[in-house]
């Protein structure tokens, strides 16, 4: 079948599988001669594609204990975080560590060692997880954690399924008081604003910004800078209060047809950025927000990837190292500006320290962005790849679907030891995906 | 409170599960029979879990249809809402070769479901309330070459629950024929089908909780297939018989 990541492009045909257990699981790692393990489909690009065998994980997907002592929650890998969330909030727990959709499975997160809005502070998913049983080559199942087997889960988190087959999971949950955030906007007029303000609210647990990423001279790298703290039964008026975990379910849109390919012109995306600036100019005193609207925005519209069109999406998503930051972030904003192919969605996020063999943050910055996939676009994220390897800076695979192979390894020394790990414990020939072709991992 | 306790009969099924979920998230204590219950044991700690809901697990086998009396008096409390969601495909060139093997599929589409709900129907009648639910198929709405053994099985099972809401209609009792068309699941994995045709186990199972609660006759699911099947229930056999669908 036609197969892709959430960004539509590259479609490929692939083989799937839909295993319903581990031993159906174990039958097939033993038979497909190379594989892929395939979470949700959230990934933009082709992460989550191996054109002979891509084996689908959201039916093994089981919650299998829970201790309301430590928070400690154990489920199998296609688990979806909205599932925990939907399951645990109610009862005072929220991930430690989430993206910004809540659709995707335990396995693509840890696989990506996915980071959030507080990943200065509590750093990638990897910090919440205790322990994970992964199956390799041979079908047997291994169970590592930071203290045993300790380079296997290292190579897991942010391996991009190229280590084995993640099949469950051990992760530590926060307790929350209730299922809103007390959230305060700081409004940046240029990057060098945004930036302190970062810096300044080190201690905020989330923290992200959205960039409008149009403007020019003074006004480059313009923000809105959001900050985000669960919110208390106290910080709750009487009557959110008497229901601390209610809030209103919104009605879902969804987007049915593809959006022809005009309608996301940089005109559009002009208006949209002056409106969502202005929009946000006038709330900048701390309110109460639920947790949907807070960390999911984008999830309220279901399908919203088809306003891209039918040729699909690309994002770009690098991560720059701290003392580069400023000068790296100037030159990409000025680039784009430049080419004025406008982004919809832009966000820069200050990330903190990040340990493991081969996940993508680093103590520094990132900034993430969308394109519609034309000729033009890709020359221009070509022109942002050389900007990023200049300053130090890398990339983050799971938003990647046409990097170069040399690209990647200009821009990340531990390519070449991943590989080399991969080479000595005989995965590389078995666990194989589009990406981890096109990129010679 | 507590909710009123939900059976569901084929639970193994994808459209099962969905269906124990979405009543278990809603509250209710759930029956999950099966054969080979015990392999349903993960599912269970999954639903309880996920949900706070009690969850039992019951051995049952649709064709053995002499135990089922037993079965429905062993269960722990006689449920509101009883589902039945067995069924078997198999393969209709086997089918066609095979007479044992048709006979099979006949059994288990309509012998077997229909018992079984024959024996919950007498219980609910007596208590004056309950819902039975069966989800049988458009594939029974008209005969086609490519599956008229299941075809026909379900045509039955459907002509028998429509009798049986007729008979209990003034007894309190709620009788809900459910006809999926395509639902993407273990019995059409591989199968090459139209995505816009296409059901996911847990929009059936919302579809399902929420006729139960309005009380409906027959849902067609998705609904398009109500009008899909009017069109094909209504080709002149003399056209029919030459078709290729
Ligand atoms: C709207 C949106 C917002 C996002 N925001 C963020 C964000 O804020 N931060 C962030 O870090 N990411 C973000 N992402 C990216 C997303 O979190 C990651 O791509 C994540 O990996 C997707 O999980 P998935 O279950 O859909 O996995 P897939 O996309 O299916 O797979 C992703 C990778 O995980 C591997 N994988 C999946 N399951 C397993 C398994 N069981 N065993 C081994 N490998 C496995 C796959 O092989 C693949 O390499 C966002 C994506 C979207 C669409
Ligand atoms: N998928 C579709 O497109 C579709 C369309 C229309 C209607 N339906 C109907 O929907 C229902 C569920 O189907 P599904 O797609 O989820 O497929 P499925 O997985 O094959 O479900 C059928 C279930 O029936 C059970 N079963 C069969 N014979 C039995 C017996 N003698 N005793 C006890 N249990 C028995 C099976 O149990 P085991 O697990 O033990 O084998 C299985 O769990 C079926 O009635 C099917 O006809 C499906």
Known sequence: MKLSGWGRYPVLEARTHRPRSVDALRNLVLSEPNLIARGNGRAYGDSAINTSATIETRHINRMIAFDPASGQLVAEAGVLLGDIIAAFLPRGWFPMVTPGTKFVTLGGAIAADVHGKNHHKDGSFRSCVDWIDVMGPDGGIRRCSPQDDAAMFDHTLGGMGLTGVILRAAIRLRSVETAWIRQTTILAPNLKAAMAAFEATQDATYSVAWIDCLGTRGNLGRCLVMLGEHATHRDLPTGKAQAPFQTKTKRKLSVPIDFPAFALNSLTVRAFNALYYWAGARKTAEHLVDWDSYFYPLDAILGWNRIYGRKGFVQFQCALPLDQSEAGLTALLAEIAKAGSGSFLAVLKRFGKQDSAFSFPMDGYTLALDFTVTRKTLALLEQLDQITIEHGGRFYLAKDSRMRAETLRASDTRAADFRAHRDSHGYTSRFRSAQSERLAL | ?245
Not at chain 2, 160 to 171: D, E, T, V, W
Not at chain 2, 185 to 191: C, F, K, L, P, S
């Open chain 2, 1 to 245: 409170m507590i909710k009123p306790p939900v059976l569901i009969l084929g639970a193994r099924s994808d459209i099962g599960k969905a269906v124990a979920h979405k009543f278990a998230s809603l509250g209710h204590p759930v029956q999950l029979a099966a054969r080979n219950a015990s392999t349903l044991e993960a599912d269970k700690t999954d639903m309880e879990l996920r949900h706070g809901v009690s969850v039992t697990l019951h051995e049952f086998e649709a064709l053995a249809t002499e135990t089922h009396d037993a079965f429905v008096a062993a269960l722990p409390q006689l449920p509101e809402v009883a589902v039945c969601v067995v069924g078997l495909m198999g393969q209709q060139a086997e089918n066609e070769r095979d007479i044992q093997a048709a006979c099979r599929v006949m059994r288990s589409n309509y012998e077997g479901p229909a018992s079984i709900l024959a024996v919950l129907a007498n219980s609910f009648e007596a208590r004056g309330s309950g819902t039975l639910v069966g989800i049988s198929s458009v594939a029974g709405d008209r005969g086609r070459a490519t599956n008229y053994v299941y075809g026909s099985a379900k045509a039955g099972f459907t002509a028998f629950l429509s009798g049986l809401r007729n008979r209990l209609a003034k007894r309190g009792v709620h009788v809900l024929t459910v006809l999926p068309g395509f639902v993407s699941t273990q019995m059409t994995e591989g199968m090459d089908l139209p995505a816009k045709l296409t059901a996911e186990p847990g929009e059936v199972a919302d579809a399902i909780a929420r006729a139960v609660a309005g009380r409906k006759d027959v849902v067609y699911f998705r609904p398009i297939w109500r009008l899909i099947m009017l069109i094909i229930r209504n080709i002149p056999e003399r056209v029919f018989k030459r078709l290729k669908i």
